[in-house]
């Protein structure tokens, strides 16, 4: 149905196959790498036990709150990020919008090439390959990381898995929404599901495992009066999540119109948070298995999370269980599933929104800026200063660029436009799990309070530290560039015309229309 008083046809968007295509698509966008190599450390971290308090009153007040935000937006106003917030806010939504678009681009040029690294240990695991020094082995003979922070030194190693990573992965969006995205999500949930748990079943059984349990579940409540820890467990969350950075925009857009969107969010944000736990509980078991082969305790490790906790500290592990090959098949396996669905959705935000500003066909702008983009990833991360461009651009994409992103949602499309209330009535007209002032309390006042303390905070850390001991003039091109270009994206692309009127889109002009007998579907 067109607007009032339009006669010209408005574009087709593509559609999921209905509501479990969406829901298992959403999933597999927020299950990834986060989940397994941060979440476990940062709860250890954090206070133990103590830290799921944090973890679930910030899921409650800003996680679902916000995930329900990009939902209601990108239903309601039917288009990729720039469209859904230039119909909302005018250019300076659409501004927020390619903003967006520009944190994926860096996150993707990078998350591929973690991609490729767990693939190639995927392969590794058979023959335990990394031999007794893992951490040598991944820094100097796999990655040959080198001195300098900028290389054009290439590793045939680290070359060819990402070339297949990039070829796989544009194949699958060359495809379409259903063919490509939610096909590949119902064919690589359930496996990554079942070889995660039977990894988890299989630790649990190890000597030591009750150790990690212990050290990872005894909870240090006076973690709680160090307000860092409420910070990480918010952080944690809106990493986890896949929000404020245009994907559930994206991919709520593609559901129909009567279509259930906060039952599924709940699903969506539930599933998520199970996994990290789980992932947690088989990290912690392998902790616990590694400290007591070495005599020490579980406190006592090096490298729990992140980079160190996969690459370095995994394999040194996999080499001293019974059944280790097969445990590190799993563990990468599991990885490499994980890294693929959610850059699947990563890469969709950013194809959805050139399509819709540009009228380009699907396979045409896969071809003509994935190609180029995955280009760009070669050289940066297939070369031997891989490893410090990844950290370093992920470092400033996430603590900087999301959390700024979230911030700027709350004040254009709650602050400035007030929309709030026209969401909340949207949300509650064709979903079972109704919204009111609470979500708008939550999603105007609290989220962006936290939020804008954490990016004030990480930008005044990151000014006065540095970051990692890497020289000053390297952080502010990696990583102070990268928020440079995305502000530069923000301004300029909207000043670029659309291929089509932004204003006529494929939804009904009021709540009361999406009132229909039997509810929402």
Known sequence: ????????????????????????????SAVGLGNIWRFPGVAYESGGGAF????????????????????????????????????????LGEGLGWFQVAICVFIAVYYTAVLAWSSSYFVFSWDLRWGDDTAGFFVGEYLQTAESPFTLEFVPSVMIPLVIAWIVTLIILAAGVVKGVQRANM?????????????????????????????????????????????A???????????????????????????????????????????ELIAGIGVFATLGFFAFQQGIAVGDLEGLTGVGLSFMT???????????????????????????????????????????????????TVLGFGVPLAVISLVLFGSTSGLTALDTIDAWSNQLGIVGSAVGMSIIVLWVNRKGPVLARHLSTVSTFKVGVLWQIFTTV???????????????????????????????????????????????????????DPDRFDAWPTDDQLRVKGGAR
């Open 446 to 500: 609290l989220a962006p309070v936290v939020l804008g303390y954490m990016l004030i905070a990480k930008a005044v850390d990151f000014l006065q530290n540095g970051y990692a001991g890497y020289d000053t003039w390297y952080l502010w091109v990696a990583g102070w560039g990268c928020i440079i270009v995305m502000l530069i994206a923000a301004f300029v692309l909207p000043q670029l015309r659309w291929s089509q």
């Open 314 to 364: 995994f394999p040194a592990i996999v080499s001293q269980m019974p059944g280790g090959a097969w445990f590190g098949a799993l563990f990468f396996g599991s990885l490499t599933l994980a890294g693929l669905t959610s850059l699947i959705s990563i890469l969709e935000v950013v194809i959805a929104a050139l399509r819709d500003k540009f009228g380009w066909t699907r396979r045409g």
């Open 1 to 28: 149905m067109t607007r009032a008083g339009s006669t010209a046809a408005v574009p087709q968007r593509e559609q999921w196959t209905g509501q479990f295509g969406f829901i298992i698509s959403a999933i597999g």
């Open 233 to 275: 467990a918010y952080g944690q969350i809106f990493f986890s999540l896949s929000i404020a950075f245009g994907i559930m925009i994206t991919y709520s857009s593609y559901r129909r119109r009567r279509s259930n969107m906060t039952g599924a969010g709940l699903v969506v944000a539930f599933a998520n948070s199970s996994f």
């Open 52 to 91: 799921l308090i944090p973890y679930l009153v910030a899921l409650v007040t800003a996680g679902i709150p916000i995930l329900f935000l990009d939902y209601a937006i990108g239903h309601r106003f039917r288009g990729s990020v720039p469209l859904a917030l230039k119909r909302l806010g005018g250019k």
């Open 187 to 231: 064919i690589v949930i359930p496996l990554l599901i079942i070889g995660f748990l039977v990894l988890v079943g299989f630790a649990l059984t190890l000597p030591g495992a009750v150790d990690g349990l212990n050290a990872f579940f005894t909870p240090d409540f006076a973690a709680l009066a160090d307000p860092n820890v409420w910070i």
